[in-house]
């Protein structure tokens, strides 16, 4: 009861700052969306072609990162399992 508590409290607390979360084909990762230069994630493809454009994106996929992206020479994956959150700061 506890932690389902918490989870409530924090949901509600990310959707009074205007965090927006989605579900099924709009809520799963497609491809990452790239500034012109390639440089910079700039927000998430999803399933459904929604895309969600964001200041700052946390890729929190831990071991499942390389299927996901091409991470060579950027990163090691040293956790098993997240999600991806698109965030506007």
């Known amino acids: 009861m506890a932690a389902r508590n918490a989870l409530n409290s924090v949901g ?3 959707r009074r700052l205007g965090v927006k979360t989605a579900f099924g084909t709009a809520g799963t ?3 990452p969306l790239m500034s ?3 440089m910079q994630c700039i927000g ?3 399933e459904d072609g929604t895309q969600w454009k964001a200041d700052v994106v946390v890729l929190a996929t831990g071991a499942w990162s390389p299927t996901l992206i091409d ?3 950027q990163c090691v994956s040293k956790v098993s399992s997240g999600s991806l959150l698109p965030a506007n700061v």
């Open 29 to 31: 990762f497609k491809a």
């Open 44 to 46: 998430v493809e999803a």
């Open 71 to 73: 991470l060579e020479g």
């Open 36 to 38: 012109q230069d390639g």
């Open 12 to 14: 509600l607390e990310l």
